[in-house]
C-alpha cells in the first residue's frame, strides 16, 4: 500500500476530518450510511493509488453480495459458503506469503507484483475476518444479506482498516442509524482519546525503542529485561492504534470496539485473551471454537467435554497464529498461546474437582497466588512476542 493508506498520514487524519464535518449534520439514517460509504471509498483511492485496482475492489465487492446472495438463497448453502471462504483464503494466501510474486511464472508473477497493493488490502487480515463474519451469519439465517453499500462500510471501514478493531457484524447491525449528537465533554473525551493513542505510539513507545532495546544483542539478565520491553513496546504500539480508532469512531458516530483491558493483570491465558485483542479473540470463539466444539462434541455422542473444549481451544489458536503471518516464528507463537489456554483450561478443572467450587474461589483471591500466576502469564506472553520479533526483524 502507498503512504495514504498509514494511519498516521496526512491523507488518513484529512479523511478523518472531512469525516467529522460531513457526518455531523446528517440526521437520516440513509444520508449517514452513503456519507460513510464516501469516505471508505475516498481512504481506498489513495491507498490503492490505482483507479484500474479501485474498480476491481469494485467488482470483488459486487462478487462477494453475488456469493452471499446465493448462500442465502440456494438449498446447498454449505457449497456458497465453502465458496466465499476458500475466495478469502486465496486472497489472505496470496497476501501473507512473503516473495510469492517472485517465484510465479511470468506474466504470473509480474501481475502478482503489480496487484500487490491491492491484495493488501482484499486480502488483509482484518477484510477476511468480516467476510467470514458476515458469510457465517448470512448462511445461518440470522441476518439478510447486506446491501451492498452496507457490505462496503461493514468490510472495508477507513479508521479500522490498519489494526482494528474486528466488528461483530451482530454489532455492527445494533448500532444506530443517527447516533446521539456528541456534547462537549464526549468530544473532548474522544480527542483526548486519539491523543492519549499518539501519545502512547511516539512519546512513550517510541522513546523505550529507542533507549531500551537492542534487537537482543546484549546477553545475560538483560535479555529478559529487554524481552518485557519489547513486550510492553508491542502492547503500547498495538493499543495505540486502538485507540486512535475509537476516538475517531466516536467523533463519527460509527461504534468501535474497545480493544484491550489491561492484559498484562492477566493471571492466565485465557485471562489474557479475553483483555488482549478482544474482538479478535471474540471472532475467534464465534467463528472457530464454538463450531469447532459442537462439531466434535456431536462427533463423541457428548463424551470428553473436557478434552474437546481444550482441544478446541489449542487448535482455534493454532490457526489464530497462521492467521497472523504464514511463517515458522507465527505458527511457533499460534502453538504457544494454544498450548497456553489448553493448559489452563485443564489447570482450571483439575483444580475445581480437588479443591470444590468454593475452595478455587478461595485459592484464586489469594494475594500471591494471584502474583506468581500474574508474572508466569506475562513472562511466557512475553516469551512468545519474541517469536513475532523474529518474524519482523526485530529480535
Not at 490503492?48 to 438463497?73: H, I, N
Not at 474497545?258 to 474482538?279: Q, V
Not at 471474540?282 to 464454538?290: A, C, Q, S, T
Request: charged letters at 15%.
Amino acid at each position: 500500500m502507498t503512504n495514504g493508506s498509514d494511519l498516521f498520514s496526512l491523507t488518513f487524519w484529512g479523511i478523518a476530518l472531512l469525516g467529522v464535518l460531513l457526518l455531523t449534520p446528517l440526521t437520516s439514517g440513509r444520508a449517514r450510511r452513503w456519507g460513510i460509504a464516501v469516505l471508505n471509498l475516498a481512504f481506498l483511492v489513495f491507498a490503492l493509488d490505482s483507479w484500474r485496482r479501485m474498480a476491481l475492489v469494485g467488482g470483488g465487492l459486487l462478487a462477494l453480495w453475488g456469493l452471499l446472495q446465493g448462500l442465502s438463497r440456494s438449498k446447498r448453502g454449505g457449497l456458497w459458503f465453502a465458496g466465499v471462504l476458500f475466495g478469502g483464503l486465496a486472497l489472505l494466501t496470496l497476501h501473507k506469503l512473503p516473495g510469492l510474486s517472485a517465484y510465479a511464472p511470468e506474466p504470473i508473477g509480474s501481475g502478482l507484483a503489480r496487484l500487490n497493493p491491492l491484495l493488501a488490502l482484499i486480502g488483509i487480515s482484518y477484510v477476511f475476518l468480516r467476510i467470514v463474519e458476515v458469510a457465517r451469519v448470512v448462511w445461518s439465517k440470522r441476518h439478510a444479506v447486506p446491501t451492498p453499500i452496507v457490505l462496503l462500510n461493514y468490510l472495508l471501514p477507513f479508521h479500522m482498516l490498519a489494526a482494528g478493531p474486528i466488528q461483530a457484524y451482530d454489532d455492527y447491525l445494533d448500532q444506530p442509524e443517527v447516533p446521539d449528537a456528541l456534547d462537549a465533554q464526549g468530544t473532548l473525551d474522544a480527542v483526548w482519546r486519539i491523543a492519549f493513542g499518539l501519545f502512547k505510539k511516539f512519546v512513550v513507545a517510541y522513546a523505550i525503542e529507542r533507549v531500551f532495546l537492542h534487537g537482543f544483542m546484549i546477553r545475560g539478565a538483560y535479555t529478559l529485561l529487554e524481552m518485557n520491553l519489547y513486550a510492553l513496546v508491542v502492547y503500547l504500539d498495538f493499543s495505540a492504534y486502538s485507540d486512535i480508532a475509537v476516538g475517531i469512531g466516536r467523533l463519527l458516530g460509527v461504534r468501535t470496539p474497545e480493544n484491550f483491558d489491561r492484559p498484562y493483570l492477566a493471571r492466565n491465558m485465557i485471562d489474557f485473551w479475553e483483555r488482549w485483542h478482544i474482538s479478535l479473540s471474540e471472532w475467534v470463539r464465534r467463528n472457530l471454537f464454538i463450531p469447532l466444539q459442537l462439531t466434535l462434541v456431536r462427533r463423541s455422542g457428548g463424551k470428553h467435554a473436557l478434552l474437546i473444549s481444550s482441544v478446541s481451544l489449542g487448535i482455534a489458536f493454532f490457526l489464530c497464529g497462521l492467521w497472523h503471518g504464514f511463517s515458522l516464528p507465527f505458527l511457533l507463537w499460534g502453538a504457544m498461546h494454544g498450548v497456553g489456554v489448553m493448559v489452563t483450561n485443564l489447570y482450571r478443572a483439575w483444580l475445581k474437582r480437588r479443591l470444590g467450587k468454593g475452595g478455587v474461589k478461595l485459592y484464586m483471591e489469594r494475594r500471591g497466588v494471584r502474583l506468581v500466576a500474574t508474572i508466569l502469564t506475562i513472562e511466557y506472553v512475553a516469551a512468545s512476542l519474541v517469536l513475532v520479533g523474529w518474524s519482523w526483524g526485530v529480535a
